[in-house]
């Protein structure tokens, strides 16, 4: 279809929820998008979805041959492919079981829903209470739009849910005043994504996380952007020496399929129980079968790599004019920059790279394995917009 006509039928025939760049992306080709005619470099990979690239070739052949032997079954039955990844990402996690569901709002509605119950079944009425951090962003569903600290998600959609309370991010005498009878859990981003890439200080999630664990309140970590090997370690957490009583992550998970996790640790391994959740298309086998083949490549060796491509990418963008510092871990970094994002972002398009924005900065997310060759166009497209 023509690029024009198809932006025409879109705007017509969907749901104008989006500010869409104006690209009408086709196809790609190791690391390489093609739209409209040109090549794009790919700094986004789809909000941190194509982890080892679009359509990249071990996961177009996992994806395929699972299609061809069993495309669904439902929940009610066994199927291999969700097995096999339940017990890889137990295994290296850690976590004891998991729940499978398509998205990063359900992996956290599961997850608050858990939270409640591990309460209740324990506790009783009235111990209900989710301590999240301003700023944050768990969602688009009415939970977790609840669980989202920023005032902007609390209009229109009115009556929300109850039972939310919000820290400011490293402020642990705000997060300890907050706590009550009535708190259960505190749900925390390791790195703020959508609000801005700001990673949260090594001193205040430890120290939570050890609250937490004195006042048996559930430690809930999102790491639906930050998982799956974007921060250059298999979960972000990894980093700082804490352990999550729940995980949920989705994005990067399926390489491309939408898939979400929730993963429970020992206290939480048995809440959830027959009939208390649930979900269609949740552990569908070709989500998993995908997810199985981004999982697996992620070993010791490969993160090492996708560290120093960080590195690599922190320091390049350091040395360019008008950018002022550098936030993130791993392939997840924000830049400041001394010009309005959304502008610099557009400018880089026309000029053939992909690059994303939160809040005021420029949000780099590209595939896990980019080439350096890839990383230096970028780099330098970037450096001659920013002049
Ligand atoms: C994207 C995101 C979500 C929501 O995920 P969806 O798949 O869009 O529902 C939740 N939490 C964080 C931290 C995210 O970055």
Redesign the pocket.
């Known amino acids: 279809m023509d690029a024009k006509i198809l932006k025409e039928k879109d705007r017509k025939y969907i749901a104008n929820t989006y500010a869409r760049f104006d690209l009408a992306i086709e196809s790609c080709n190791g690391g390489v998008l093609y739209a409209e005619g040109k090549e794009y470099i790919d700094f986004g990979s789809g909000?941190a979805v194509s982890s080892f690239g679009t359509s990249d070739n071990e996961w177009v052949n996992a994806v395929s041959e699972q299609a061809q032997k069993l495309s669904h079954a439902s929940n009610l039955y066994f199927t291999e492919p969700a097995v096999k990844l339940a017990e890889l990402l137990c295994t290296k996690t850690n976590l004891k079981k998991i729940f499978f569901s398509n998205?990063?709002?359900?992996a956290?509605e599961c997850a608050i829903k858990t939270a409640r119950k591990y309460s209740f079944d324990k506790y009783g009425y009235g111990r209900n209470e989710i301590i999240t951090l301003q700023n944050s962003?768990?969602?688009?569903t009415m939970a977790?739009l609840s669980a989202t600290g920023q005032d902007s998600f609390h209009n229109i959609f009115n009556p929300f849910l109850e039972g939310f309370r919000y820290a400011t991010a490293n402020d642990l005498d705000m997060l300890k005043n907050l706590i009550s009878e009535k708190t259960c859990a505190v749900m925390i981003?390791i790195i703020q994504?959508?609000g801005g890439i700001n990673v949260l200080d090594k001193s205040f999630v430890k120290n939570a996380a050890k609250i937490c664990a004195e006042k048996d309140l559930l430690l809930i970590i999102?790491e639906?952007?930050t998982g799956n090997g974007r921060t250059g370690t298999l979960y972000a957490y990894m980093q700082y020496g804490v352990n999550p009583d729940i995980l949920t992550t989705?994005?990067g998970l399926g390489g491309g399929l939408p898939i979400?996790a929730t993963l429970f640790g020992e206290k939480t391994a048995e809440t959830l129980s027959r009939g208390t959740h649930g979900s269609t298309f949740g552990a569908n086998p070709i989500c998993c079968a995908a997810a199985y083949s981004i999982i697996s490549r992620l070993n010791n060796k490969f993160l090492g790599e996708v560290k120093a491509r960080g590195n690599y990418l922190k320091e390049a963008l350091l040395k360019i004019d008008g950018v002022e510092s550098v936030s993130g871990l791993g392939l997840m970094l924000g830049v400041s920059i001394d010009k309005n994002a959304k502008e610099i972002a557009n400018e880089c398009l026309l000029r053939g790279l992909l690059v994303l924005t939160a809040k005021d900065k420029l949000r780099l997310l590209p595939a896990l394995n980019i080439s350096y060759e890839d990383l230096d166009k970028g780099i330098k497209i970037l450096s001659e917009v920013l002049k």
């Open positions: 909000i998205s990063g709002a359900e956290n962003f768990h969602g688009r977790t981003e994504g959508e999102d639906v952007q989705a994005k979400g």
